[in-house]
């Protein structure tokens, strides 16, 4: 007789890391990334983007500071993640194992996609879920945001077994 057994999305192996979601998850995680390339490149004051890029000073008093701030470290910023999505891309595509470089990569574009879609959402700590109603009208984008959460989740998970 047969056992089921279960498998993480991502997990480690005693020779690397694999990914395991279906095909169709792969190219909505790529489709996504794609769109978040866009928005890296786009204007930089698209507030999507808020809390990728946070303001080093909380102090509105501290404003020349905090712009100064971003000019000088939001190109660096940037680059490394359009390179990190550039290595999740080449990740989603390999056959497994994945090093452990690709899976960080993965763990902070995942990161970064939560935080742009929590923001369009609004989603705070003090949310919950489960109560968002099915007939909302974004419920396809909470229920977008519990599966990159879900992702994010095993990917850290597989990163810290073992260590």
């Known amino acids: 007789m047969a056992?089921?057994?279960f498998r993480p999305p991502v997990e480690r192996t005693r020779q690397g890391f694999r990914?395991?979601?279906?095909d169709a998850e792969k190219a909505l995680v790529a489709r996504l990334l794609e769109q978040m390339r866009s928005l890296?490149?786009?204007?930089?004051?698209d507030p999507v983007l808020a809390r990728i890029f946070p303001t080093a000073y909380h102090d509105p008093a501290h404003a020349e500071l905090d712009a100064e701030y971003q000019r000088l470290m939001r190109e660096e910023l940037v680059a490394s993640r359009l390179a990190g999505i550039e290595q999740v891309l080449e990740a989603l595509a390999a056959k497994p194992p994945l090093?452990?470089?690709q899976v960080l990569a993965l763990a902070q574009a995942l990161n970064g996609l939560r935080l742009v879609l929590g923001t369009v959402l609004d989603v705070s700590e003090d949310d919950d879920p489960d109560?968002?109603?099915p007939d909302h009208?974004?419920?396809a984008e909470h229920q977008l945001y519990g599966f990159l959460s879900w992702l994010l989740e095993w990917t850290v998970r597989a990163l810290t077994k073992g260590t």
């Open 131 to 133: 109560d968002i109603a």
């Open 40 to 45: 890296l490149v786009g204007p930089a004051d």
């Open 99 to 101: 090093t452990e470089a």
């Open 137 to 139: 009208p974004l419920a």
């Open 19 to 22: 990914v395991n979601i279906d």
């Open 3 to 5: 056992r089921w057994q």
